[in-house]
């Protein structure tokens, strides 16, 4: 036993040491254990479980610093995955739609003349000279009435049911303009029954003749004031009706805003009252009516098709595919007879010249032999669909093809939309269809460019709109939207508050001020209780690529480039948070600047976050089609991704609803 020791392991006092202090610290040490003990025996555990070096550990767990740091920022980022768990940004959301409100309008003020247009003439008799003045004895001429005047008193008690800015208008009209525009000596005329004929030919232009029907006035064996009333109806009704028409053919019957708010389309104004003066003054009131129709090249496309379909055989057999079917090379199906069927049918006149023996040969078998393979090839290159030889879901729809009935509501439902847009859409353009995947720029005198892109995911719909495109960016940053942060990058800083800082993110106060990305309360961001900026570096991993091109919006949708390139390889390219990627980004900013594409490459290589302003005003219209037309003139169908037009044909729906009411009230 070492000389320093006791017998019970004790330290003696050496050099330097008194023993006052080896007693104060054997004071303390059973001051700690005892302590230690307690804590222990609290917990209910045995004295004997714990072991001097499971003390040692506590004891430094409890005076230190740091690890009480890491349990405070524990159970901060427990507290905040918390709180974030509750915190959402909604997406814009479809809405119950509400049609336009018919309401009772009376004609009562238009039942007496007014002092302005009391314009009596003077009598001057046979034979007398007239002079500058007349004396104020000269006898003056009695006031004529006019037909319009003597029916006037019909309209004291008389009421239509009309769409306000109708009513609103009708009397506008005739309060400056008192006299028949359809009647004559009692009757209808020659202009009534043409604009009557006309107005029942709405249905060429996918609207409803029965909205616009007036009845002829049924005034066989009436005399009188019950006369006057019968024609001073059909007068009004039938201006009304024009009035609807034109209203309904220049702006659409549905309000797109109404629908969704995934719209954002201003509805056109109308003057009404020009209208009117613009049929009463024509020789020809069907083409003065369809004047107001949209007097574009899509929209003669899309009513041609709409004839063309009508006039088909709609009992015409349909090939069926089994649902679920899933082919490929080398495999066996019993469906194999109904996939050749139906490419024989729906495809074109050089798919089955081109494949003439392939498809005399097919015998009816099971087997998807190489050359079945090279024949869904070709026409899966035909309906613009990967040309993999893969007979899958969107494969079957394009063979299958939709019935006629489909086809013309898809065409419907185009033309209804098209009156949502400016009737000139600019020569020179940016057209984005979203239910087509593409994006196409024209110009005068140019090829058109155009390009599959990706759009919103059916959750982050991107918006139907348009605007002006403005600026092309090289190297952006992304500026990241607030229900990205929240929705998506809350719960990744709930785990790691470092997180935006090593993934390449700068954030930054409104001032511009920089800071940690660990150091914000993003409890209070969510919440709206404090702003803060976040956006990614320019660079290979930054989402929006080399390029993008800004049209300033509301919604803030832009197009742009993206890393993500095979997702371009997809038939249905909804992946996006809304913005448009396109798969040639370089090709539509050089088209939108004017530009090759090598200087746009050469802005992109120095590096530079820049930007350059696009010149002239070129239009980007962001709009959702399932039917529109192809270069060729044919017109092309695509999928309802969205679910839109279920949407617009509910809408459609409960407006005849309220229209059929109307009438009938």
């Known amino acids: 036993m070492r000389a320093d020791t006791t017998r019970h392991g004790e330290r003696k006092p050496g050099k330097g040491v008194s023993a006052l202090a080896v007693r104060t610290r054997s004071f303390l040490g059973c001051s700690l254990k005892a302590g230690l003990m307690a804590s222990v025996l609290a917990t209910g555990l045995s004295v004997s479980a714990v072991e001097p070096a499971s003390a040692q550990n506590f004891l430094q767990r409890l005076f230190n610093p740091e690890h009480q740091r890491r349990k405070e920022e524990r159970l901060r980022q427990q507290e905040l995955r918390k709180q974030t768990a509750a915190v959402k940004v909604s997406a814009p959301r479809y809405l119950t739609y509400a049609p336009d409100a018919w309401k009772q309008v009376s004609l009562a003020e238009l039942s007496e003349k007014k002092t302005a247009e009391v314009q ?32 006037r008193p019909a309209l004291k008690d008389m009421k239509l049911t009309a769409l306000p800015g109708v009513g609103e208008a009708l009397i506008a009209y005739y309060r400056e303009h008192p006299d028949f525009v359809w009647v004559q000596d009692g009757k209808p005329t020659a202009k009534a029954a043409g604009l009557r004929r006309a107005l029942a030919d709405a249905a060429i232009f996918a609207l409803d003749p029965d909205d616009y029907f007036v009845a002829l006035p049924a005034v066989a064996g009436l005399e009188g004031a019950e006369r006057d009333a019968a024609v001073m109806r059909f007068e009004m009704e039938l201006s009304a009706a024009a009035m609807t028409y034109v209203l309904d053919a220049t702006r659409g019957r549905v309000d797109p805003n109404r629908i969704s708010q995934y719209h954002d389309l201003p509805r056109h104004d109308v003057d009404l009252v020009a209208a009117l003066q613009q049929l009463e003054a024509s020789d020809d009131v069907a083409g003065e009516l369809t004047g107001h129709l949209p007097q574009n090249d899509h929209f003669r496309k899309l009513t041609a098709e709409l004839a063309r379909l009508k006039a088909e055989d709609q009992e015409a057999d349909q090939i069926t595919i089994a649902p679920g079917t899933f082919l490929k090379a080398g495999k066996s199906s019993p469906e194999m007879k109904n996939i050749v069927a139906a490419i024989a049918q729906n495809g074109s006149d050089e798919l089955r010249t081109l494949h003439a023996e392939t498809l005399e040969a097919y015998d009816g078998g099971d087997l998807y032999t190489p050359e079945l393979v090279d024949l869904v090839k070709t026409f899966q290159k035909e309906a613009r669909l990967t040309p993999d030889g893969i007979v899958g879901k969107n494969s079957i729809k394009a063979m299958v093809g939709e019935t006629n009935a489909a086809r013309i509501a898809k065409v419907e439902l185009a033309m209804e939309r098209s009156r949502w847009l400016p009737e000139d859409l600019g020569e020179r353009k940016v057209f984005i269809n979203q239910a087509a995947f593409t994006a196409t720029y024209t110009a005068p005198g140019e090829d058109s460019l155009s390009m599959r892109v990706v759009v919103g995911k059916k959750s982050n719909q991107t918006n139907f709109f348009y605007d002006t495109i403005e600026v ?18 809350l719960p990744k800083l709930a785990n790691d508050p470092s997180y935006l800082d090593r993934a390449g993110y700068e954030v930054s106060t409104p001032g511009g001020r920089k800071v940690s990305s660990s150091s914000v309360d993003w409890y209070a961001v969510a919440s709206r209780q404090q702003s803060i900026n976040v956006r990614q570096y320019p660079g290979r991993s930054n989402a929006l690529g080399e390029v993008k091109i800004l049209f300033p919006n509301a919604h803030h949708i832009y197009m742009h480039d993206t890393p993500s390139k095979s997702l371009f390889k997809k038939d249905v390219r909804a992946f996006s948070h809304g913005c448009i990627r ?4 370089k090709a539509m900013a050089a088209a939108v600047l004017g530009k090759s594409k090598d200087y746009v490459t050469s802005r992109i290589a120095a590096g530079q976050n820049e930007q350059e302003q696009v010149a002239g005003d070129i239009p980007v219209y962001v709009s959702y089609f399932t039917a529109w037309p192809e270069d060729d003139g044919s017109i092309a169908f695509y999928s309802d991704v969205y679910d839109r037009d279920r949407y617009l044909l509910k809408a459609l729906e409960k407006t005849r609803a309220v229209r059929s009411k109307a009438r009938t009230s």
């Open 120 to 151: 009596p003439a003077q009598i001057v008799p046979e034979g007398a000279e007239t002079t500058a003045v007349e004396s104020d004895t000269a006898p003056q001429a009695p006031i004529v009435l006019t037909a319009f005047d003597e029916a």
């Open 472 to 489: 092309v960016e090289y190297n952006p940053y992304w500026g990241v939207p607030y229900s990205i942060i929240v929705n998506e990058m």
């Open 582 to 585: 396109l798969h040639d980004p």
